[in-house]
């Protein structure tokens, strides 16, 4: 199939030392291969060369064939394989991929995005949530998935343990060891006058004064039995922290050590940018993106659409790549 596009006629007959005339009357209608033909038969030299001048040239390629006008790209783009579109999209500008991401709907990008690798994932939501949006937005199986992380440290889940209220930590050690704390009330007496009437040395109460019948817990003598739990049951009685003191506590963590948030399962993160984010602000986001994401993204479009986004190609690298790999793109242009 032949690829036609109109030639700079002037600059063929420059280039070649023909009439305008001669153009304008032998040779109406006729193909810039069929015209230089005709001249060469006649003893025109730089006819008879024209492969050397001009599909050699990038310069006089872009200019006899305008391969500026993006019209003229995608002819040549939209008559070229899909496997030949595709090596052609890292030429492009990180600016011109995420453009071909507008192509796609919402459901299609989200199911890219979760299919990234986790590293780029967490770019993204990076670009779109802050940590603390995400501490929010998450489920609590995803909480807890980031408590039990390999990237999880020990020593910094007790040091900002010291950040829970003391109740709480009471009620996590319970749970856990599924023992009432000692002393877990205080009396009318401890209410008024603020000193301890219980005789147990071990109690995690503190001798603080509160409200009749509401517990005061020593906070660091709770850490410190909970820090002391086998792995396993530290862990339970981690797990084991309210919900919304969980994120809080998370946040903290994450922000010190952000490779927890890749214990987060990526359908989550997809699930939370599907909720709170519409397909402007996906495509927005994507300029974080590596450009070898960016270039499979863009590569799963249609051929049609792929040729589309390739007319923002720079023009020379566009004529450089015809002559070093398609040759036979510019024998069907000047045939046409």
Do not use: W
């Not at 006058?193 to 071990?202: K, P």
């Amino acid at each position: 199939m032949s690829i036609t596009i109109a030639a700079d006629m002037h600059l063929l007959c420059n280039l070649f030392n023909i009439s305008y005339q001669k153009i304008a009357n032998d040779y109406q209608g006729m193909s810039v291969d069929e015209i230089m033909q005709a001249e060469a038969a006649q003893g025109n030299t730089a006819a008879a060369n024209f492969d050397s001048t001009v599909l050699s040239d990038p310069s006089k390629l872009i200019e006899l064939f305008k391969l500026t006008d993006t019209g003229n790209k995608y002819a040549i783009l939209n008559n070229m394989s899909g496997h030949d579109l595709d090596e052609l999209l890292p030429l492009l500008q990180q600016d011109d991929l995420v453009q071909g991401l507008n192509f796609f709907t919402k459901d299609k990008l989200l199911s890219m995005t979760e299919s990234l690798p986790k590293d780029q994932m967490l770019k993204l939501v990076g670009q779109m949530f802050s940590q603390d949006q995400v501490m929010q937005y998450l489920p609590e199986d995803q909480l807890n998935n980031m408590l039990q992380s390999t990237d999880m440290d020990k020593q910094q889940e007790i040091k900002y343990l010291q950040t829970v209220k003391p109740e709480v930590l009471a009620l996590m050690l319970q749970n856990t060891t599924g023992q009432p704390i000692d002393g877990t009330q205080n009396t009318e007496l401890e209410a008024q006058t603020g000193q301890s009437t219980t005789g147990n040395q071990n109690s995690l109460v503190t001798s603080t004064t509160g409200l009749a019948g509401q517990p005061h817990y020593d906070g660091a003598a709770i850490i410190n039995q909970i820090a002391n739990l086998p792995d396993n049951k530290f862990q339970e009685a981690m797990l084991s922290m309210p919900k919304q003191n969980k994120r809080d506590f998370l946040l903290l963590l994450a922000n010190e050590n952000p490779k927890l948030n890749s214990a987060v399962d990526s359908h989550a993160y997809a699930d939370m940018i599907n909720q709170r984010k519409d397909k402007n602000d996906i495509v927005k986001a994507a300029y974080v993106l590596d450009q070898n994401q960016l270039v499979k993204m863009d590569s799963k479009l249609p051929k049609d659409l792929t040729a589309v986004v390739l007319t923002q190609l720079d023009t020379n690298k566009f004529a450089d790549k015809l002559m070093a790999g398609f040759k036979n793109i510019l024998r069907e242009i000047i045939a046409g």
